[in-house]
């Protein structure tokens, strides 16, 4: 069995090896090694311990994918196998009907689209173009993504693709440390569905939306095809990795960095900003009240 201190020292290891900002291993290192020294973790149990040494990451370095988790079932302490994982997504999509929760005709012949999670472009294309054909002929349409985790960037381009008139506007770029490449995003020239490029969107955001549902707010806000309405969302951009250090902790690594063609930066630790700041229960009404006014409803 590890000790608290073996632990760490693991998961620095992971870190150091995989970190998108090399130039920030020094001052996570020196950060965590000196509370180590102090006795600061010595007494903590696993659950205790992920928590305090994430927060004492996320002082040095505010990465909200950088952590140390603690997973109640037994985790395998073989290398993570990437099909395998990916076999594991795709299972959880296939049985959240590809992340599309809802999608309605309002009043006003508005559009609603509810997406809890962000499905990866080729298994999700079907449900994604099956969702947009329902509101292809609505006036308005309005992207729920308030309890959106987060999911593929395949996927998120997907979803912004459609409101984009062609395939001709790159949306970002994500950038590997381990490959030193830069691969782009662009909208998708063939869909499944008819694009919605020439009327309004509004995406709802909450504190709690994440990740790809993150990047499909801040690309559609920062390319100006969306208001977004409702809260900042949680600031997680980088594409992350897991590495179990025993059955029950895990370290988070993020190995990428997501750039907007756009701003040259993401929304890293500020979140996607809401055009029109609102507590998240009300962000559904706001945007509806905007878009009725909007087409003189």
Same mark, same amino acid.
């Given at each position: ?53 994430? +927060? ?198 993020? +190995? ?42």
């Amino acid at each position: 069995m590890l000790t608290n201190e073996q632990i760490i020292g693991q998961a620095l290891d992971r870190i150091e090896a995989g970190y998108i900002f090399p130039e920030k291993l020094v001052d996570i290192d020196a950060a965590i090694r000196r509370r180590l020294a102090a006795g600061e973790y010595d007494d903590l149990d696993g659950p205790a311990l992920c928590a305090m040494v994430t +927060t004492h990451l996320q002082e040095v370095c505010p990465d909200k994918h950088l952590r140390l988790l603690w997973a109640d079932e037994p985790q395998s302490l073989d290398p993570a196998d990437e099909d395998e994982g990916r076999a594991a997504f795709l299972a959880l999509l296939r049985a959240e009907n590809q992340g599309i929760r809802r999608v309605e005709h309002l009043d006003g012949n508005i559009g609603l689209i509810e997406v809890r999670r962000i499905a990866s472009a080729d298994e999700g294309a079907a449900a994604i173009g099956a969702a947009m054909q329902l509101v292809a002929h609505s006036s308005a349409l309005i992207v729920d993504l308030r309890a959106c985790h987060g999911g593929a960037p395949e996927g998120a381009a997907m979803w912004c693709s459609y409101f984009f008139r062609d395939d001709q506007v790159h949306l970002n770029d994500i950038y590997e440390r381990s490959t030193g490449v830069a691969r782009q995003f662009w909208t998708i020239a063939h869909l499944p569905a008819p694009r919605y490029a020439d009327r309004p969107v509004y995406v709802l955001t909450s504190a709690i939306t994440f990740s790809g549902g993150e990047d499909v707010a801040y690309t559609l806000q920062a390319h100006g095809r969306a208001v977004l309405v409702g809260e900042t969302t949680r600031g997680g951009a980088h594409p992350t990795a897991r590495y179990a250090v025993t059955q029950h902790i895990l370290v988070t690594v993020p +190995t990428a960095r997501t750039v907007n063609s756009v701003t040259g930066t993401n929304w890293e630790g500020v979140g996607a900003v809401p055009d029109v700041p609102v507590p998240a229960d009300q962000a559904l009404d706001t945007a509806l009240k905007a878009a009725r006014t909007h087409l003189g409803a």
